[in-house]
């Protein structure tokens, strides 16, 4: 229910402040599994998905009103979550598992103006 309803919510409780200043900065979390998808991973999968097509249509529908809508699709980041996953295993264009603020960078980044 987080992965997608709590977007949601987040979205519809920001909107009006951002609406009435005429600009704003939405960015929703999603993960690869929005662009890839995983064996056994259906809900999960589902909802990252979910959120990447909420974020676009959010994204259209609040443009003209200077609000910017985007998500973030970071693949495998060290945290507890995570921790179960062997590194020795785990391929990416970083050929490591990320840090959290190297996330949080691009989070800040793409919030600013």
């Given at each position: 229910?987080?992965n997608?309803?709590g977007?949601?919510?987040?979205i519809?409780?920001?909107t009006?402040?951002?609406k009435?200043?005429?600009?704003?900065?939405?960015?929703?979390i999603?993960?690869?599994?929005?662009?890839?998808?995983?064996?056994?991973?259906?809900?999960?999968?589902?909802?990252?998905?979910?959120?990447?097509?909420?974020?676009?249509?959010?994204a259209?529908?609040?443009?003209?009103?200077g609000i910017?809508?985007?998500s973030?699709?970071p693949?495998l980041?060290?945290?507890?979550?995570?921790d179960?996953?062997p590194?020795?295993?785990?391929?990416?264009?970083?050929?490591?598992?990320?840090?959290?603020?190297?996330?949080?960078?691009l989070?800040v980044?793409?919030?600013?103006?």
């Open positions: 229910d987080i997608l309803t977007v949601f919510l987040g519809r409780a920001a009006p402040t951002m009435a200043a005429g600009r704003g900065s939405i960015i929703n999603s993960s690869i599994e929005g662009f890839a998808g995983t064996v056994a991973c259906h809900g999960y999968t589902a909802t990252k998905f979910a959120v990447r097509g909420l974020t676009k249509s959010t259209l529908e609040l443009g003209p009103f910017r809508v985007n973030v699709h693949g980041v060290k945290t507890p979550m995570a179960w996953v590194e020795d295993i785990f391929q990416s264009a970083l050929g490591r598992i990320a840090q959290p603020h190297e996330v949080s960078n989070v980044y793409l919030a600013g103006d």
